[in-house]
């Protein structure tokens, strides 16, 4: 009766012993298992975030790139309409010019006797001095102003006539100086010795330089 007892208690210390290593046996599996799994998990969501940061990287270089072609294309559009718009606006400016030239070297005679009507008109029309010295002094602003625009005259000449036409006015005109004067002092030598006497003077010089304004133009102005 012992001997069974002894036997039983072998029997069962055996089959606990082998519950107990196949226990053990099937918690290392599940560990590694689970340990592999975690690691396959961990491994594959790696990869799928290296996957989506490549995907990511390559939408934005792509967009980026994009974008860059995009504002090339529009910097060069504009710079080619710029040039378009320069080339444009110079061809303009220079058909523009080109007829303003032509219209003025057309419209100088008249023009310039337009100014010198209104500038007549003007003398008839303004208010004459009560007196003497105020005569005087209308005269020789008179006087100035014609010169003035005697001058201007002669400017636009120089541009018109040749060489040789230039140099005979010169002359022309040194001897209508020599002239203007004398025609002034045998003028006023009516009045020798009088209060009008400088009035008549720089009045005939005034009178003289108006009229060589319109022989000028008339003459020599195309």
């Not at 039983?8 to 290392?28: F, K, P, Q, R």
């Not at 010198?116 to 208010?127: G, P, Q, V």
């Not at 636009?156 to 002239?179: A, F, G």
Request: hydrophobic fraction near 25%; charge should be negative.
């Amino acid at each position: 009766m012992k001997n069974n007892r002894k036997f039983l208690m072998v029997m069962l210390t055996v089959v606990l012993v082998i519950l107990a290593a196949c226990g053990n046996s099937s918690d290392e599996s599940s560990a590694k298992f689970n340990n592999q799994s975690s690691n396959n998990s961990s491994s594959e969501n790696a990869d799928d975030d290296s996957s989506n940061k490549d995907l990511t990287n390559t939408v934005e270089n792509t967009t980026e790139n994009s974008s860059k072609g995009a504002e090339d294309t529009q910097l060069n559009d504009q710079e080619d309409t710029s040039k378009n718009k320069s080339t444009n606006s110079n061809d303009e400016g220079s058909l523009k010019s080109s007829n303003s030239d032509t219209e003025m070297t057309e419209n100088n005679k008249e023009e310039f006797l337009k100014k010198l009507n209104d500038m007549e008109e003007s003398d008839r029309y303004s208010e004459a001095g009560t007196t003497t010295s105020e005569l005087e002094e209308q005269e020789a602003v008179r006087y100035k102003k014609w010169d003035v625009k005697l001058n201007e005259i002669y400017e636009v000449l120089k541009e018109q006539l040749s060489t040789e036409q230039m140099d005979q006015l010169k002359d022309e005109q040194r001897n209508w100086i020599k002239h203007r004067d004398e025609d002034a002092k045998e003028s006023s030598l009516k009045y020798k010795g009088g209060s009008t006497e400088s009035l008549e003077y720089v009045a005939t010089q005034a009178s003289l330089t108006r009229e060589r304004c319109y022989e000028l133009v008339a003459k020599y102005m195309k």
